[in-house]
């Protein structure tokens, strides 16, 4: 890898919600521009593991540095998707207005904020629904609109938690395109969690897989597919059947030794 | 479809709505109206001095304020010396307690703190009946509008400001963590998101504090120091027997809240489209 600087460096973190640990001991780099992404079972720390990042949560132990400077709060030119994206859309904007209102700081007009967000929302297939409210669309199209609003953010590092999970299957294929794309086209730095095995492998430049109870990172595979990937030739390709077979094992292997995620009452939020 | 069909359809369907409205009107009114006609002929036949038929009564209420000139909307010199001042009053007292209410109802909600220590001092000036206060008010203020005003706001702030703090506190974690990782300014959480998530709680305060004002206005211009208002007028009427009058500024008053309660409801389903839309949607 021709990357060297460290952007994010994560060393020793650990969380605790109370006395229920979730983290434990996780040590990780991401390069300027690198896409990593995250597997693990259900309810092993993907989500809080990307709220230490975000720095909406502090965590019990252990540090996370970005650029050289420890996170204490949320860091300028970050954008976070959300798992729960239905939620995170006020209902009483319209789609084009949730899209552009992160854009507000930035001090441009009105107008032009208005039609940045209808560019990010034609990239993620929405053209005809800038208009509508966000509860008018479908689960997969209200996902959508929450990816587009963190694209017309344009962060310098965009966190995404299981993002696809509810579009079907064509239109998750030209989402991970589009992530692609705008990860080769502005250098982003894109983290990326996902219950899908194949889909880590597709996207990552590198996987990381993590185990449960208590949360902690298993194994980290670079991916040496090239850069250019696409749909067909990719998931065909001897490497790719390769290291989904090894990251499938990792995770189904890990999950059946660590037993279920433990039960634990999480508050309603 | 043929295009004879199409204007016949229209035509019913056009006739379906009208038959539509005419019942809803009917529904609605048609029990009031026998309510009055029966009014009339039971004090027509008792013929009592305290009890004037309602035909009487409006015509008292015609003499005295809708009979003025056309330029003044038909309203004369008397209502704008007993309703304008009671309205202003009432109007004056309601928009600083909703500002006020606000206001601090967002401060509070925000503070998980301030409204636990604060809560039970809020939840026990909330149950004191306000007119028990007027008194104090009379004390305090000088007699007339500022003790008027006083006692308005005094009633009508608590159920504003309680529920807007209970609005802001439930507002969606993840819309905050939204705000926050967008580094919103604290002034756009308030307006884009804090606010609007608590409306629906503070549009059922606001419906409260109208009632409550429209009742401390005449309750606080029975009092002596009061100089004009209806409440003004009632005393007077009562005191000269006048009962037409005394009716009258009843059957007023009972208009003007159905009115102003009226206007809140159109307005709050104006302002909460995507509320109900969107309860709709989830149910
Ligand atoms: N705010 C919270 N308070 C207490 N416990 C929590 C909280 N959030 C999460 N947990 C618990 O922490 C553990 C990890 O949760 P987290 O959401 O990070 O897992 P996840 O890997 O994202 O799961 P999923 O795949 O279901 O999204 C779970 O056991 C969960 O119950
Ligand atoms: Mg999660």
């Known amino acids: 890898m021709d990357k060297v600087t460290g952007m994010l460096e994560i060393t020793g973190l650990g969380h605790a919600y109370g006395s229920h640990r979730v983290l434990q001991g996780m040590d990780l780099k991401v390069s300027q521009g690198e896409l990593v992404t995250i597997v693990g079972p259900s309810g092993c720390g993907k989500s809080t593991l990307l709220r230490c990042i975000a720095g909406l949560i502090r965590p019990s132990e252990g540090k996370v540095v970005l650029n050289g400077t420890p996170i204490d709060g949320v860091p300028d030119g970050l954008a976070v998707v959300f798992q729960d994206y239905s939620r995170s859309l006020l209902p009483w904007l319209t789609v084009r207005d949730n899209v552009a209102l992160p854009l507000r700081r930035r001090g441009t007009g009105k107008a032009e904020r208005r039609a940045q967000a209808v560019r990010a929302l034609a990239s993620v297939g929405l053209d005809d629904a800038a208009s509508k409210y966000p509860w008018q669309l479908s689960g997969g199209m209200q996902q959508r609109v929450s990816i587009a609003r963190a694209l017309a953010y344009r962060p310098s590092m965009l966190l995404m938690d299981e993002p696809f999970g509810s579009v079907d299957a064509q239109t998750r294929e030209d989402l991970e395109d589009l992530v692609l794309q705008v990860h080769r086209a502005e250098g982003m730095t894109i983290l990326l969690v996902t219950h899908d095995i194949d889909e880590s492998v597709y996207l990552g430049d590198r996987v990381v897989v993590l185990a449960r109870n208590p949360g902690r990172i298993r194994e980290e595979l670079p991916v040496s597919l090239p850069a250019a990937r696409d749909q067909i030739g990719t998931r065909a390709a001897p490497e790719f059947v390769r290291l989904r077979a090894e990251v499938g094992r990792l995770v189904r292997g890990g999950a059946a030794k660590d037993g279920p995620p433990t039960v634990h009452e999480k508050p309603v939020r | ?283």
């Open chain 2, 1 to 283: 479809m043929t295009t004879a069909a199409l204007p016949l359809r229209r035509r019913s369907r056009a006739g379906g709505l009208l038959a539509g409205l005419v019942r809803g009107v009917l529904h609605r009114w048609l029990p009031l109206a026998i309510l009055v006609v029966c009014w009339e002929a039971a004090t027509r036949v008792a013929d009592s001095a305290f009890f004037p038929p309602p035909s009487e009564i409006v015509k008292r209420m015609r003499e005295m304020w809708f009979s003025g000139p056309a330029d003044h909307l038909f309203l004369t010199t008397k209502a704008g010396d007993s309703i304008a001042p009671s309205l202003g009053r009432m109007a004056l007292g309601l928009l600083l307690s909703t500002v006020a209410g606000i206001v601090l109802g967002l401060a509070l909600g925000r503070s998980e703190k301030a409204l636990a220590y604060l809560n039970p001092v809020l939840q026990f000036a909330r149950v004191i009946p306000p007119p028990t206060l007027v008194p104090v008010f009379i004390v305090l203020f000088d007699l007339g509008t500022q003790m008027q005003v006083a006692s308005i706001i005094f009633s009508a702030i608590w159920p504003i400001l309680l529920n807007t703090a209970d609005g802001v506190r439930t507002v969606d974690p993840v819309q905050m963590d939204t705000a926050e990782t967008f580094r919103m300014s604290a002034a756009d959480r308030i307006r884009f998101i804090i606010i609007p998530s608590a409306l629906p709680k503070i549009f059922a305060g606001l419906r409260l504090a109208l009632s409550l004002s429209l009742i401390l206005m005449v309750f606080s211009e029975l009092l002596p120091g009061t100089s004009d208002g209806l409440g003004f007028e009632l005393t007077n009427a009562q005191s000269q027997s006048d009962l037409p009058t005394l009716w009258s500024v009843i059957v007023l008053l009972g208009i003007l809240g159905y009115l102003f309660n009226t206007i809140l409801l159109a307005v709050e389903r104006r302002v909460l489209t995507w509320h109900r839309a969107a309860r709709k949607v989830a149910s």
